[in-house]
């Protein structure tokens, strides 16, 4: 984390000369938007004195109902006006978990339009473009919960999370590291974890919230994606699921549902890149994966206008089903050649 001092001290300065923050996050808000924003909103409104609203572009999935202050979240989409005049009122707005403003959708305007906050981005996908006066970017880091960890410890010590702030970030750093099972497992994350276990968080009390609350239609709609629906492609080097609007319609789809479905395909030996295809009213939504120096940031960038991390990526198709799957059929194949796989 270089030079994390210096911009702590323009952060300062930041926080400092403002009165009233609003804390955003991007569409379709996973564990990490949500905890992050909500643990970053608690030091600032309680070590900052400021007036903090925290605000998402669209409903949270109902695995994270259970997060501590979440009801204080305001959607924009439901409440649009409001979210613009909050956004308008603003002299600071914090960028959390993405890095780009059009990543926010239906609030994308509204924060274009404050032209005198000043924007701070606390994140850790890869690529930032330059479009923030103060940037905490660590791509290299498994979570913006952990991020936030780390400025927080050098801002203004950890005293400054409470129990519910512990478990908001605890939320972050379990479900962007599936449980501790992908990269950026270093020693200093552990000892942020050891020091969140400090503040009394209940662990398997917050696993069972995230992971064991799902209805019998989802679980369900799981075994359908698996069974019927998964293809290999290239001879089992990758392998997608699509569920399209009647599928979902079928299985009761609420929001979240087919959440981690990508990655069961990647449990299967040899699998370098899986893919999940899922239909909305306006495009296909895709979400990529892939295992070791297979990277999906950049076969997203490169052909579904999309991005993220180097093993789990997402973007979007406007074609219809049949057509993004047998896109994805050929460039995966061509991909997987030129890179050797
Ligand atoms: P998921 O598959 O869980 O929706 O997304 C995986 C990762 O890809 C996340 O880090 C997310 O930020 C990123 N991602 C998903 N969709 C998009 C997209 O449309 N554009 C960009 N730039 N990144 C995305
Ligand atoms: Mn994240």
Redo the contacts with the bound molecule.
């Keep these: 984390m270089d030079q994390l001092s210096e911009k702590i001290v323009s952060l300062r300065t930041l926080l400092g000369a403002a009165k009233k923050a609003v804390v955003v996050t ?1 569409t ?1 808000p ?1 564990g990490d938007a949500t905890g992050s924003s909500l643990a970053w909103a608690h030091v600032l409104e309680h070590s900052f004195n400021l007036d903090v609203t925290c605000i998402i572009p669209n409903r949270y999935p109902g695995f994270l109902a259970w997060q501590p202050h979440i009801e204080k979240v305001l959607i924009a989409k439901e409440k649009p006006e409001e979210a613009a005049q909050q956004v308008s009122e603003a002299d600071l707005i914090f960028c959390l ?2 890095n ?1 403003i059009d ?1 926010l959708e239906n609030l994308a305007e509204a924060i274009k339009a404050n032209t005198t906050a000043r924007r701070v981005l606390i994140d850790h ?1 890869l690529n930032p473009p330059a479009e923030f006066d103060l940037m905490f970017s660590y791509p290299d880091l498994c979570s913006t919960s952990y991020v936030v960890y780390r400025i927080v410890e050098e801002l203004v010590g950890v005293d400054a999370f409470d129990t519910d702030a512990a478990s908001n970030l605890y939320v972050g750093i379990m479900t962007d590291t599936g449980n501790f099972s992908f990269s950026f497992l270093t020693p200093d994350l552990f000892r942020a974890v050891a020091g969140l276990v400090e503040k009394g968080i209940n662990i398997s009390q917050i696993n069972t919230s995230v992971y064991n609350t799902f209805t019998e239609d989802r679980v369900r709609l799981l075994g359908h994606s698996l069974c019927n629906k998964m293809t290999m492609v290239n001879h089992g080097k990758a392998a997608y699921i699509s569920l399209t609007e009647r599928e979902m319609r079928k299985f009761n789809f609420q929001l979240g549902d087919s959440e981690g479905f ?1 990655n069961y395909p990647l449990t299967i030996v040899g699998v370098k890149i899986s893919a ?1 295809f899922l239909a909305t009213r306006k495009f296909i ?4 994966r892939s295992r070791g120096e297979t990277d999906v940031n950049i076969f ?1 960038r490169k052909y579904f ?5 180097k093993n ?5 198709s406007f074609a219809t089903m049949a057509q993004t799957v047998e896109y994805f059929e050929r460039v995966v194949t061509e991909y997987l050649a030129e890179n050797k796989e």
């Design positions: 991007h379709n996973d978990d993405f780009l990543r996908h990508v999940m939504r895709v979400s990529l997203a206008g999309g991005g993220g991390h789990a990526a997402g973007g979007k």
